[in-house]
């Protein structure tokens, strides 16, 4: 694996691999690459059969991938404790995660995608906030498990929180949100010594009010009924899209 | 443009690609769709599309696709 230090290079690098039946999961966008780039957070693996991207995170690594041609061997291990999310909808059987398999990937989680439709006029703006974001990300990593929640880097927190897209009941809730041509909420976290008090329900209400005039997405564990239960109390549905999340990370690591 | 909607629609069955003007901003595709695309365009009109161009203003509708390919012949 190479660290990424030339975003020209690497895009050509990537366009050399839409090929008709290439299989790939979440295309980064040029703005991400760049950031990965100037962080010094972002490995390369190219072979004949495709090309492997990984993300650097404290306690794994996340891997987008473009596979052209299964049957050419990637040459190159990759490092244990890579993370994979494989996309999955009826449109697009995916032979993608067969492959990882033979790689020694195992599924730990299974995502299903909800959507909301367009509300009509915001009835509320979004505020920055100058809440702490230690306590957050304290509460933040108490409730995901790091490989699979896509939690913010302390520095993309303190950017959503000064942009108003992290919506706080003090340090015991928060609704943290992408805010684009599509809303999405990346993470909803309540501590369970408030649990039951509706606090979930009402920080999703208050994110609806927020970006009422665009469509808005959400991914949640399939089998996570409370949470279920709360997005579609407001107004989501599942809209076909599921993910399977993949890990070579061996069990004992934690 | 008659090639690329066959193609968008083998891409995507059951939209309406003729005349539908915001793909990604109803989610009727998405960016996983965007690189079946792309490498379908890119192997039918002999167009070379970079990470660049994947925006939504260039997927949000058959035309701007076009228009997108057109520039980059």
Same mark, same amino acid.
């Given at each position: 694996m190479q660290t990424v230090r030339d975003y020209a290079a690497l895009s050509a690098q990537i366009s050399r691999q839409f090929r008709p039946g290439v299989l790939a999961n979440r295309t980064l966008g040029a703005e991400e690459l760049r950031q990965e780039i100037a962080r010094g957070t972002l490995l390369a693996h190219a072979w004949e059969g495709g090309l492997f991207l990984l993300r650097r995170r404290p306690t794994h690594f996340i891997l987008h991938y473009y596979l052209t !041609? =299964?049957?050419?061997?990637?040459g190159q291990a990759l490092p244990p404790d890579t993370v994979v999310e494989l996309p999955l909808h009826p449109r697009r059987p995916d032979k993608a995660a067969d492959y990882f398999a033979s790689l020694g990937f195992s599924g730990i989680l299974r995502r299903v995608r909800l959507a909301r439709p367009v509300l009509g006029v915001p009835e509320e703006e979004a505020h920055g906030t100058d809440v702490s974001p230690e306590p957050l990300l304290q509460l933040l990593h108490a409730q995901f498990d790091a490989r699979t929640g896509c939690l913010p880097l302390p520095d993309e927190l303190v950017d959503d929180l000064s942009a108003g897209r992290v919506l706080t009941h003090g340090t015991d809730a928060l609704l943290r949100f992408s805010f684009d041509r599509t809303a999405e909420i990346r993470q909803l976290a309540v501590s369970p010594a408030l649990r039951g008090q509706g606090l979930a329900r009402s920080l999703v209400a208050r994110f609806n009010r927020i970006t009422a005039d665009r469509r808005a997405l959400v991914w949640t564990g399939a089998e996570n009924q409370a949470a279920l239960h709360v997005y579609q109390a407001e107004g989501f549905a599942p809209d076909g899209w599921q993910s399977l999340v993949m890990t070579n990370q061996q069990e004992n690591h934690g | 443009m008659e090639k690329l909607i066959q193609i968008l629609t083998e891409c995507c069955?059951?939209?309406d690609f003729a005349n539908e003007t915001a793909l990604i901003d109803d989610g009727l595709i998405e960016s996983l769709d965007i690189v079946t695309i792309v490498s379908e365009l890119m192997d039918a009109f002999g167009v070379d599309i970079t990470? !660049? !161009? =994947?925006?939504p203003e260039n997927f949000n509708s058959a035309e701007s696709m076009w228009d997108m390919i057109q520039r980059l012949k």
């Open positions: !041609d =299964l049957s050419a061997q990637p | 069955p059951g939209i990470v !660049d !161009d =994947l925006t």
